[in-house]
C-alpha cells in the first residue's frame, strides 16, 4: 500500500516536471519569435535608411553634376564670346596686275574681330596659277613652288589689319627661293581665261585662354578686274576650303 502510494506520488511530480518544462520551452520560444521579429523589423529600418542615404546623394551627385555643366557652359560662352577672330575681310585681298618683268603678287590684309588679342600668329599662304576647270592642289609642301610663312606675334583686337604680300616663290637648284616673274604666254593664259590665279593659306593663333584657332582662306582670281570682286567663282572647292575653328 505505501508503495503503491510513494508511486503516485513520483509519477505526478515527474507529469509536474514535464509540464512546467513545456511551459517554459513555449515562454523561451515566444520570446526568441519576437526577438528575431525585432531583428527584423530593425534590419528593414536600416535598409529604407540605407535607400533613403542613397537617393540623397544621388539627388545630390546630379546637383553637382548639373551645376559643373553650367559652369562649363558659362565659360564655353565667355570664350566664344571674348576670343579673337582672325580672318580676311571680303574685298580687302587684291592681287597686282600681272605685268612682264614683275613679281605675280597678291596683297592679304588680316583682321582680328574678336574682343581679345591673339597670340603666337603664324600665317602660310600660296599663290598659284590654276589651270581653268582644275582646282588648286591646297598644297603647303611643294618644292619647287613654296609658300609664304609669316610669324605675326601678337595681334591685338581693333589693330590695323596687317599687310601680307603673297608673291609666286619657286626654289631654285642651289635651294634658294626666289619670286617669279610672269611670261609673256602666262600673262595671254590669265587674261585670255585658260588660267586663274588662285590664293589659299592658313592662320593658326591662340587666345588668352590656352585655347589654339585656325582660320582657312581660299580665293580664285579671274582677269576680269583683278582688284573687284569676282562675277563667278573658278572653284567650288576653293570656296569650300574657307572655314574657321570651332574651338570655343
Aim: net charge neutral; hydrophobic share 35%; charged share 25%.
Amino acid at each position: 500500500m505505501l508503495a503503491t502510494v510513494l508511486y503516485s506520488f513520483f509519477a505526478g511530480w515527474q507529469l509536474y516536471e514535464i509540464h512546467q518544462g513545456s511551459s517554459d520551452t513555449h515562454i523561451l520560444v515566444t520570446a526568441a519569435k519576437r526577438q528575431a521579429d525585432k531583428a527584423d523589423t530593425i534590419s528593414a529600418s536600416i535598409t529604407e535608411a540605407v535607400r533613403q542615404l542613397t537617393a540623397s546623394a544621388g539627388a545630390a551627385q546630379q546637383q553637382v553634376t548639373a551645376a559643373q555643366d553650367s559652369v562649363a557652359a558659362i565659360k564655353r560662352q565667355m570664350r566664344q564670346d571674348q576670343r579673337p577672330w582672325l580672318f580676311i575681310p571680303a574685298g580687302s585681298e587684291r592681287m597686282l596686275p600681272m605685268e612682264m618683268g614683275k613679281d605675280i603678287v597678291d596683297e592679304v590684309y588680316i583682321v582680328n574681330g574678336g574682343k581679345t588679342f591673339a597670340r603666337n600668329v603664324v600665317t602660310n599662304f600660296c599663290l598659284r596659277m590654276v589651270k581653268k576647270g582644275e582646282d588648286p592642289d591646297f598644297n603647303y609642301s611643294d618644292h619647287f613652288f613654296s609658300c609664304v610663312t609669316s610669324e605675326m606675334g601678337t595681334f591685338f583686337p581693333g589693330e590695323a589689319p596687317r599687310y601680307l604680300r603673297v608673291p609666286v616663290v619657286t626654289t631654285t637648284r642651289a635651294g634658294t627661293k626666289r619670286t617669279v616673274h610672269p611670261l609673256q604666254k602666262d600673262i595671254d593664259w590669265f587674261n585670255g581665261g585658260d588660267y586663274y590665279v588662285a590664293v589659299y593659306g592658313t592662320i593658326s593663333y591662340d587666345d588668352d585662354f590656352g585655347h589654339s584657332h585656325w582660320t582657312k582662306y581660299c580665293r580664285g582670281i579671274l582677269a576680269v578686274d583683278v582688284s573687284k570682286p569676282q562675277p563667278k567663282a573658278p572653284s567650288k572647292k576653293c570656296v569650300d576650303y574657307n572655314d574657321a575653328d570651332r574651338n570655343n
